[in-house]
């Protein structure tokens, strides 16, 4: 069964830092780029991060360029978030989803971890 | 940007409706385009992608077309667990980006 389980959410300060992590499992996590896509309470789906399969190519939202840095451990079917400078807009559900060259739909997504970003 | 437009925002149906959702890119997509379903509480899920491809195990009532900037969602026969939040999606360039939603709820 493909699974993707994300974690270390929770409440930060602005300013503060958080790293957020996604446990693959399931399939051959290095033959597939990965995502991080956010949602705020109440509110809708915004696309925040993605990397290739080796790490060859990355892509940021203009609204977390130069603040968030995503990055994976292959050997380790990890997909992380490094999160530093947040804000109260940062609060959000983030999920980790998976997506294949020539099949680019997001497919599956975790359960998501919430980042509460409040002092 | 590609910005995705989806109409309506919300509305209310009854149980056995056809019911169609639309979405508009502001910029040609071709059919790289992906309709997601979510429940309160629940990540999304996809149902189509290539604008009109169903995705395995996902019921038949629901369905896409379109192609370019104009695209349809339509549940054949909406059923009561049908009501939930779906969101259009293109991945024809970066940065993704998803419409704001259409909230269908039951009458």
């Known amino acids: 069964e493909v699974r993707l389980v994300e974690s270390g959410g929770g409440l930060v300060k602005p300013e503060g830092s958080l790293r957020l992590s996604c446990a693959a499992s399931g399939f051959i996590f290095s033959s597939y780029n990965m995502n991080w896509v956010r949602q705020a309470p109440g509110k809708g789906l915004e696309w925040v991060s993605s990397?290739?399969?080796?790490?060859?190519?990355?892509y940021y939202a203009d609204s977390v360029k130069g603040r968030f840095t995503i990055s994976r451990d292959n050997a380790k079917n990890s997909l992380f978030l490094q999160m530093n400078s947040l804000r109260a807009e940062d609060t959000a559900i983030y999920y980790c989803?998976?997506?294949?060259?020539?099949?680019?739909?997001?497919?599956?997504w975790g359960q998501g971890t919430l980042v509460t970003v409040s002092s | 940007a590609i910005r995705m437009t989806q109409s309506p925002s919300s509305f209310s149906a009854s149980t056995g409706d056809r019911v169609t959702l639309t979405c508009r890119a502001s910029?040609?997509?071709?059919?790289?385009l992906a309709w997601y379903q979510q429940k309160p509480g629940k990540a999304p899920e996809v149902l189509i992608y290539g604008a009109s491809t169903l995705q395995s195990g996902v019921p038949s009532r629901f369905s896409g077309s379109g192609s370019g900037t104009d695209f349809n969602f339509t549940i054949s026969c909406l059923q009561s667990e049908d009501f939930a939040t779906y969101y259009c999606q293109q991945y024809y360039s970066y940065p993704r980006t998803f419409g704001q939603g259409t909230k269908v709820e039951i009458k």
């Open positions: 990397i290739s399969s080796s790490s060859t190519y990355i």
């Open positions: 910029q040609g997509i071709s059919s790289y």
């Open positions: 989803a998976r997506d294949l060259a020539r099949q680019l739909w997001f497919d599956p």
